[in-house]
Nanobody, 120 residues
Framework: QLVESGGGLVQAGGSLRLSCAAS????????MGWFRQAPGKEREFVAAISWSISTYCADSVKGRFTISRDNAKNTVYLQMSSLKPEDTAVYYC????????????????WGQGTLVTVSS
């Protein structure tokens, strides 16, 4: 089970840190990813981190968002800075079961999501 937290309302230019805590099993040997879904839009890739701590980010968040993980805590984080109104979305974490870091269909064990709202 994955549980996201840390979402909320923030002004443009602000920062938030999202957490994704896993329970029931360890995911330290799996890549993990963050996706987001804005109202009326499809879910899209945000960032991913491999078991060996290689990271991948969407161009839209590169330089502003950082993904990290703490395997001892079975938790993945998404540090978001310089937030923009277009970052408003429900953010989800998931476990990568396939081979493509960027493909939503290669992910499984989705959490329920946490809402991030960025006001202008």
């Amino acid at each position: 089970q994955l549980v996201e937290s840390g979402g909320g309302l923030v002004q443009a230019g602000g920062s938030l840190r999202l957490s994704c805590a896993a329970s029931g099993r360890t995911f330290s040997s799996y890549a993990m990813g963050w996706f987001r879904q804005a109202p009326g839009k499809e879910r899209e890739f945000v960032a991913a981190i491999s078991w060996s701590i290689s990271t991948y980010c969407a161009d839209s968040v590169k330089g502003r968002f950082t993904i990290s993980r703490d395997n001892a805590k079975n938790t993945v984080y998404l540090q978001m800075s310089s937030l923009k109104p277009e970052d408003t979305a429900v953010y989800y974490c998931a476990v990568r079961r396939g081979s493509n870091y960027f493909a939503i269909n290669d992910y499984d064990y989705w959490g329920q999501g946490t809402l991030v709202t960025v006001s202008s």
